[in-house]
């Protein structure tokens, strides 16, 4: 067609750019609507576990600036402290070493249970709508997100029936041990990478398989190789799964690798030939992945062990955190069929990882009898053996009563970096190694066409009914002052200076850290919740130790009595606001024996100046 053909009269160019915009636009609506009607079913999976997740935790949607989980309100004030923090990297305010908690020395954030990638991530939130609802959004999210990867990693990768693979999903995101943990321990309910992790395992040992020997036309035999590119790239996929992991819950990893190790040498001795093509490979490739993690990781390990602040041990002692051996076949009470009376059996609420119930284990022990894949199985039933013991400790424990019979743990405590993890969480373990034997014998069953068909599945369900979760505990909990929520703060203390709130924070009454989440970490505080080399000679410790003045003014808010101030204890106030660096000490009107307080603080430090709902005194 010539160029000079003539055009019609009433042609608008924006309608023929509108148009084209149009036929451009609908190919990519109608790829979008395709690949929704194609992953439809993984979709309504996913829905189905946020639904649920959402359900569990929706005690702290209705406001959850102002509810709380009942069962663990310490560590959620510690983590949303956490995520305030984490959320200054968005400002360009963030070291390893924060100095917002326990001036001036500060917390290192490594040796702390920081989940930092999450806090960085969810920044925006953070900043905008405050640490609790983000808290909030990864306590529900961390169990649907969880739930969803292995659901994932049971249909892709072991090509199992949907079904099955929703039950299996189910158990690991939502099994006793994770909706235990969700109670404020976000760094170990945050799984959703290991399923990933396995994944680039997998596939890294497949591509180092060069498969059997296979005869050319000349009939003689050679191995194919290895798939050098497939090799390195699930290694690299792996160095940046395991890097994200480590920013996310260390401890978590740890279990995984542990897993993941007693599985591979299992599942080697079910079949040596895989493992004597393979093994060249799949070392260099594991080589290659720790190389390029160290390249990430290197320093922060460094700073988490060595550098300031650090701790290079764990500070809790593994016979109290061991598993009772009977708390394997009880139900936990956090289960619809549970009982408060098995809450004896452990440490506290956020720690039911072993109660399984009788019911899921026997069905777990048949569906390994029954389900095929020898040498999957095998792998399986020797790791959770192997994870089951470790959970258990030192000495075994019957009931509430020390047998004086070693544990399978006292091979490995005291070994390096072993003890940062409790032995009782080794049981968390079984939740995906049981899930996987139940997914197995439920896929085998749906491809049956016996009586099998029907009553494997239910069996199953009936072994997951007792476990089925209800709602999470939560409670009221009291509103941050207004002179912190107005930003008050701001006439008494510079943005980043110290303020001292009055009673100093503590690991069991941490309450006054919320003022700090409240204003973004934008001071920082004494003393506080945190892990610090403060135990006998450097030892890890939980928070630090207290200086005279808060000593003094902590037995006030406990007593109520007013003590006698002399000249020495407004020299050492004195003295202990120089340490600290302060600028300010505040006194808000819901403190515990409030008028106590303030005539206290007045003998030591003056004249209060009231500032919105709060006495102030500038040191």
């Given at each position: ?34 690949a ?6 993984d ?19 209705p ?48 040796a702390?249970t ?22 909030a ?23 199992v ?7 299996g ?9 994770m ?16 399923p ?16 059997p020997d ?13 798939d050098?590119?497939r090799?390195?790239?699930s ?8 890097s994200?992991?480590?920013f ?17 040498i ?5 079949d ?17 992945a ?10 922060p ?8 602040q ?7 002692t ?18 619809v ?15 039911y990882n072993?109660?399984l ?29 192997v ?10 424990v ?35 190694i ?25 069996a ?30 701001r006439r ?12 100093l924070?503590?690991p069991k009454e ?9 204003a ?21 410790a ?18 109520g ?11 050492q ?14 006194l ?14 007045e ?5 209060a100046t009231?500032?919105a ?7």
């Amino acid at each position: 067609m010539s160029s000079a053909a003539p055009t019609a009269p009433d042609a608008a160019p924006e309608q023929a750019f509108r148009f084209a915009d149009q036929v451009n636009r609908r190919p990519r609506a109608t790829r979008l609507l395709a690949a929704v009607r194609r992953h439809r079913a993984d979709l309504l999976a996913a829905l189905i576990f946020a639904v649920l997740a959402g359900w569990l935790t929706h005690g702290l949607w209705p406001d959850p600036g102002a509810r709380i989980l009942a069962l663990n309100p310490e560590d959620q004030t510690l983590y949303e402290w956490f995520l305030a923090v984490d959320a200054r990297a968005l400002l360009g305010d963030f070291e390893l070493l924060s100095d917002r908690l326990n001036a001036p020395d500060g917390v290192n954030l490594m040796a702390n249970t920081t989940v930092i990638a999450l806090g960085i991530l969810f920044a925006p939130v953070t900043l905008l709508l405050g640490a609790p609802v983000t808290f909030a959004l990864l306590a529900a999210g961390n169990l649907a997100g969880t739930a969803l990867a292995w659901y994932l990693l049971f249909h892709r990768t072991l090509r199992v029936r949907r079904v099955a693979a929703a039950l299996g999903g189910w158990l690991c995101g939502f099994g006793p041990g994770m909706v235990s943990q969700t109670n404020s321990h976000l760094h170990m309910t945050a799984q959703w990478l290991v399923p990933v992790i396995v994944w680039l395992v997998v596939r890294l040992l497949r591509a180092a398989d060069p498969g059997p020997d296979t005869p050319d036309e000349a009939g003689r035999t050679r191995a194919t190789g290895p798939d050098r590119r497939r090799l390195f790239t699930s290694a690299a996929g792996l160095a940046g799964a395991i890097s994200a992991q480590v920013f996310i819950g260390e401890e978590v990893l740890f279990l995984a690798a542990i897993t993941l190790l007693v599985m591979a040498i299992s599942y080697a001795v079910a079949d040596r030939d895989l493992a004597r093509r393979a093994l060249p490979g799949f070392a260099g490739g594991l080589a290659i992945a720790a190389g390029l993690a160290l390249l990430v990781l290197g320093y922060p390990l460094w700073f988490q062990f060595a550098g300031p602040q650090g701790v290079a041990d764990g500070m809790f002692t593994p016979a109290y955190f061991s598993a009772d051996l009977s708390s394997w076949w009880a139900l936990s009470p956090l289960s619809v069929a549970g009982s408060d009376e098995s809450a004896r059996l452990t440490t506290g609420p956020a720690e039911y990882n072993t109660f399984l119930g009788w019911p899921l284990l026997l069905v777990a022990a048949v569906c390994a009898i029954w389900a095929g894949r020898r040498r999957l199985v095998f792998a399986c039933v020797a790791a959770g053996l192997v994870m089951g013991a470790l959970s258990l400790g030192p000495e075994v424990v019957l009931g509430g009563t020390r047998t004086a019979i070693p544990g399978p743990y006292a091979l490995i405590g005291g070994l390096p970096v072993v003890d940062g993890a409790l032995p009782m969480r080794f049981g968390l373990a079984l939740l995906p190694i049981v899930a996987t034997l139940l997914v197995l014998a439920v896929d085998r069953a749906l491809r049956s066409s016996g009586r099998a068909r029907r009553l494997v599945p239910l069996a199953v369900g009936v072994a997951l009914l007792p476990i089925f979760p209800p709602p999470l505990p939560t409670a009221g909990r009291p509103a941050v002052p207004d002179f912190i929520t107005g930003g008050h703060w701001r006439r008494c203390v510079p943005p980043g200076g110290v303020l001292v709130p009055v009673p100093l924070p503590t690991p069991k009454e941490p309450w006054p850290m919320r003022w700090a989440t409240a204003a973004d970490a934008g001071f920082g505080l004494p003393e506080g919740f945190f892990i610090g080399p403060y135990g006998r000679g450097g030892t890890a410790a939980m928070g630090t130790f207290k200086q005279p003045t808060s000593a003094l003014l902590a037995d006030v808010a406990r007593r109520g009595d007013q003590p006698a101030i002399g000249d020495e204890q407004r020299r050492q106030a004195a003295r202990d606001a120089d340490f600290w660096g302060a600028s300010c000490v505040a006194l808000t009107d819901d403190a515990p024996h409030a008028d106590s307080l303030r005539a206290t603080l007045e003998q030591l430090y003056g004249p209060a100046t009231r500032i919105a709902d709060a006495w102030t005194w500038r040191v």
